[in-house]
């Protein structure tokens, strides 16, 4: 059944493929060994198929080198080497030239960062997955090295500055629908005052009304009483509008004071950072990003030696024959296979066993997994010191801030004090006109037909209630209209600060979405693959995320971990937990693969380049490489293996071949 599912997606994700995906053109000249050749590329896998030294290997990191890698290296007798690829109306080129300290790599290459396809597509011998494999890596490092955890951060506290000030907004808010409810009641005690007023209003103008009838001599006196008490009217309007800026000024005060006590206290909780102490952080990072520099330099040319020499072994190993001697006993072909075969070292010139090259490789090997290690270190480290840098910023900016906030709460509450001292000498003045236009009034008063005028001025007064009233309702009304349009804005800052939050959770979940998702497609695939090659006693291969605690930098922290488990059957059927260090050479190349299938899942590296590059799996036998390459080639646009011609054989003729390069 899983054979028979695995053949329907094979067609239907190859006839998909076809449909979108164009021919691709490929120029190599001087590259590896290669002289000059040509090739093109239709949708769906192409195999490279020959005998050993065909130049199969320099062709496939022709291509990653067009695509971006560095990994790639010049002929030895030439100056100058390129690559071009043509590809959906595009043109790509990338050329190798020698210097005095090397090779210089340069063009516009299809990607600017190849670090995933280095890690996940291309996936020649020196992969670094495949490599994970056999030497127990921890597996978890290579699925995340891709992931800029520094940047991650850097947004997650950017959504959290935005989203604390959102917070201080709604917080803001809610004080003000606390108002609401003594607002509303201020505004319906202020409608029954209305009432109240109007009715008295009302009754003092009828009795006005009979008064004025029957005596039209208090005429002349009523128009001077009127005149004098608008203008005490007036006066008293204006010294109760003065009393209301007052107490709004007092009520400023007192919040401002209130302001000003709470920024003191944040203040005491920071303390100031000295800029030097950021630009020491600066100093000691750029230090460690040139020892990173120089890290980098040498693994790029200890990578260049390690993959010379093993071109060297592979392509180079037909001259063998050549440095046997007429006397040598035995078949040629057990010389071949006899440790002791010679080549010529290409930097000394003398004869040396193949052997001792080989454990030179992997002393190389070796040293430079080290030096990638210690790169990772001092990387940590930097990341580190950029934390603590951006704290010790955050804390510095957010000093200086309330620095200047309580700066400019004390300057106000200054301003308004010397508002309220001017504002009072208004109110002093505003009183004694008052004081003279009521002494004027009362004399008005004591002239004839006192009852007209008394009648007169408490209708006066009645008015200058209902005025004033009015006013405080309106704004009472305006007050509420204005809380209740804030609070609309409410529920958009509440939409808002929900989406900031859903963004955050984002980006922290995303490292654990990825290692979750990198752990399911592992696990779901190499299930799969092993059903389908059908390995003797072999149950099951899968991922656990375990957690540890180690230490990174200045720090030590709690750090996720991929562990490898190996499930092997008996011969009587009973399952015991095996190591992985006791995988067959075949089982490690398939386990590593399917690893690095995993990591191109996860990050989606099929969207990124559309090749797959597969080269040196000769440890699978034929069989399983036909149904391993088949499998792999639903994953990518385009797949270019490389095969022995007779594992090439187990392949159906229906694939492109290039068997000359």
């Known amino acids: 059944m899983a054979s028979f599912l695995f053949n329907c997606y094979f ?34 896998m192409t195999i490279l198929t020959g005998r050993n030294a065909t130049n199969r290997t320099s062709f496939l990191q022709a291509i990653m080198a067009v695509l971006g890698s560095g990994n790639a290296s010049l002929k030895a007798d030439a100056d100058e080497g390129s690559v071009t690829l043509e590809l959906d109306g595009s043109t790509y080129t990338r050329r190798l030239t020698r210097r005095e300290n090397g090779i210089v790599m340069d063009g516009n290459p299809y990607l600017e960062d190849p670090t995933l396809a280095e890690l996940f597509a291309f996936l020649l011998e020196t992969n670094e997955c495949r490599q994970a494999i056999a030497r127990g890596d921890n597996l978890h490092d290579i699925i995340m090295e891709p992931v800029d955890t520094a940047e991650i951060e850097n947004k997650i506290q950017s959504y959290e500055t935005e989203r604390d000030e959102i917070d201080t907004k709604i917080q803001s808010l809610d004080t003000l629908q606390q108002r609401l409810p003594q ?11 209305l009432r109240e007023n109007h009715e008295a209003l009302v009754e003092k103008r009828a009795e006005l009304e009979n008064a004025d009838k029957n005596i039209e001599e208090t005429r002349s006196e009523k128009d ?29 005060i007192d919040a401002l004071q209130s302001e000003r006590k709470e920024i003191e206290a944040e203040l005491e909780e920071l303390s100031p950072v000295a800029d030097q102490k950021i630009t020491d952080i600066d100093q000691q990072s750029q230090r460690l990003r040139g020892q990173i520099d120089a890290i980098n330099e040498a693994t790029t040319e200890l990578q260049s030696v390690i993959q010379f020499n093993e071109e060297f072994l592979e392509e180079g190993q037909p001259q063998l024959v050549d440095q046997f001697t007429d006397d040598t006993d035995g078949d040629v072909t057990d010389e071949l296979l006899d440790d002791r075969a010679t080549v010529t070292c290409w930097t000394c010139g003398s004869d040396v066993e193949t052997d001792q090259i080989e454990t030179t490789l992997d002393t190389l090997r070796s040293f430079r997994k080290e030096k990638v290690q210690q790169r990772q270190t001092l990387k940590q480290e930097v990341d580190d010191l950029q934390t603590e840098k951006r704290e010790l910023e955050k804390q510095r900016d957010e000093f200086q801030r309330l620095q200047q906030d309580l700066d400019q709460t004390e300057r106000e509450i200054e301003n308004r004090k010397e508002t309220i001292e001017t504002l009072r000498k208004e109110e002093e003045t505003l009183a004694t006109e008052i004081t003279d236009l009521e002494d004027e009034v009362e004399e008005l008063k004591d002239q004839d037909h006192r009852e007209i005028l008394e009648l007169n001025e408490a209708v006066n007064k009645l008015e200058f209630e209902h005025e004033q009233l009015e006013t405080e309702l309106e704004d009472v009304k305006d007050e509420i209209d204005q809380i209740e349009t804030q609070l609309d804005e409410r529920e958009e800052l509440k939409a808002q600060r929900e989406e900031i939050q859903t963004e955050i959770e ?6 654990e979405d990825l290692q979750e998702q990198a752990v399911d497609e592992f696990n779901e695939h190499m299930e799969t693959v092993l059903d389908l090659l059908d390995y003797e006693n072999l149950e099951r291969i899968w991922i656990e995320r375990t957690r540890e605690t180690v230490r990174e930098g200045r720090r030590t922290v709690e750090k996720d971990r991929f562990d490898l488990h190996v499930i092997r059957t008996t011969d009587d059927g009973a399952v015991f937990e095996d190591t992985v260090d006791h995988l067959s050479e075949s089982e490690r190349e398939v386990t590593g693969l399917v690893f690095a299938l995993a990591g191109y899942l996860a990050h989606e590296v099929y969207e990124t380049v559309p090749f797959m590059i597969l080269d040196s799996i000769e440890a699978i036998d034929a069989d399983r490489i036909a149904s391993l390459v088949g499998y792999l080639e639903g994953q990518a646009d385009y797949l270019v293996v490389a095969l022995l011609q007779e594992d090439a054989q187990a392949l159906d003729d229906e694939y492109q071949r290039i068997t000359e390069i």
């Open 11 to 44: 067609v239907i994700s190859k006839m998909s493929q076809l449909k979108t995906s164009p021919e691709a053109r490929l120029e190599v000249e001087n590259v590896g060994g290669i002289n000059k050749t040509k090739a093109a590329f239709t949708p769906g």
């Open 183 to 193: 607002l509303e009641a201020e505004k319906q005690e202020l409608k029954e005052d």
């Open 224 to 252: 001077d009483l009127e005149k004098k008490l608008d203008e005490l009217n007036s006066a008293r309007g204006e010294i109760q509008d003065v009393r209301r800026q007052i107490d709004s000024e007092q009520e400023s």
């Open 506 to 511: 984002n980006l922290r979940s995303r490292v």
